[in-house]
């Protein structure tokens, strides 16, 4: 059964987003750099808006301490803290029940999305459920995503990475770059995301995708990729 919070999203309608996909925030120097040039204004006079939701989904980060820790700038990875002019909280789960006015305007008028880690499918289904996702091709704003926050602007995730499922089940989410992300590449805490697995999950989602560790990103500018990265990551081809 095809997975109804899924849109097909057309290159034209695309074409013109900047997203900066990280592994586990904006944590160095170039990937910093990214940022900052992806910005019309300096940081200090950009307002940014931070999305918790995808934490909910995952039992490791969420509901609790680690989501205040996020949503506070308290964490380990930098996206909260970076300085901004200020930083609001757009919280997916309720938009749905209040009317756009009271929260289409002020996603319109913010410089940056901060999308945490979590669950990336969760993520997804309160992005369409929301009207999130309709609205992110038309924005100005720059979207950071950590994590599932990345992950969740590909066509899927694969099955490695399908914790929460959707009512009709799959692994598709928004499909707004055409790879796939497979994030915490050799991270310490976390044994199965060997380059091993990587490939074997490659080879399950069967469209291009990038192997990414926590020190490394992925930067798209109206169409163009760029990998930034002070670490390590590989990239896939089917």
């Not at 590909?154 to 499922?165: D, L, M, Q, S, Y």
């Amino acid at each position: 059964m095809p997975n109804q919070d899924v849109k097909n999203f057309s290159s034209q309608e695309t074409s013109g987003m900047k997203l900066l996909l990280t592994s586990a925030g904006v944590n160095n120097s170039s990937i910093h750099k990214a940022l900052v040039d992806m910005l019309d204004k300096p940081i200090a006079e950009c307002s940014a808006l931070c999305i918790p939701t995808a934490m909910y989904g995952h039992p490791w980060v969420g509901p609790g301490v680690k989501a205040w820790e996020f949503i506070t700038g308290n964490s380990e990875n930098p996206m909260v803290d970076l300085g901004w002019k200020s930083v609001g909280i757009l919280e997916l789960t309720a938009l749905p029940s209040i009317g756009k006015d009271r929260w289409v305007p002020l996603v319109k008028e913010t410089d940056v999305l901060l999308v945490s880690g979590g669950d990336a499918l969760f993520l997804n289904h309160w992005m369409m459920e929301s009207g999130l996702a309709d609205l992110l091709p038309s924005l100005n704003a720059v979207y950071v995503g950590m994590s599932a926050g990345s992950m969740v602007m590909a066509p899927k995730i694969g099955e490695e990475f399908v914790g929460w499922r959707p009512p009709a089940g799959g692994d598709a989410a928004l499909g707004f770059v055409d790879f796939a992300l497979f994030p915490h590449l050799g991270h310490e805490l976390l044994p199965d995301n060997t380059l091993e697995n990587a490939e074997k999950w490659a080879e399950g989602v069967s469209i291009p995708g990038y192997a990414i560790d926590d020190q490394t990103a992925i930067k798209v500018n109206e169409g163009t990729v760029e990998m930034v990265s002070e670490g390590k990551w590989k990239r896939f081809i089917p």
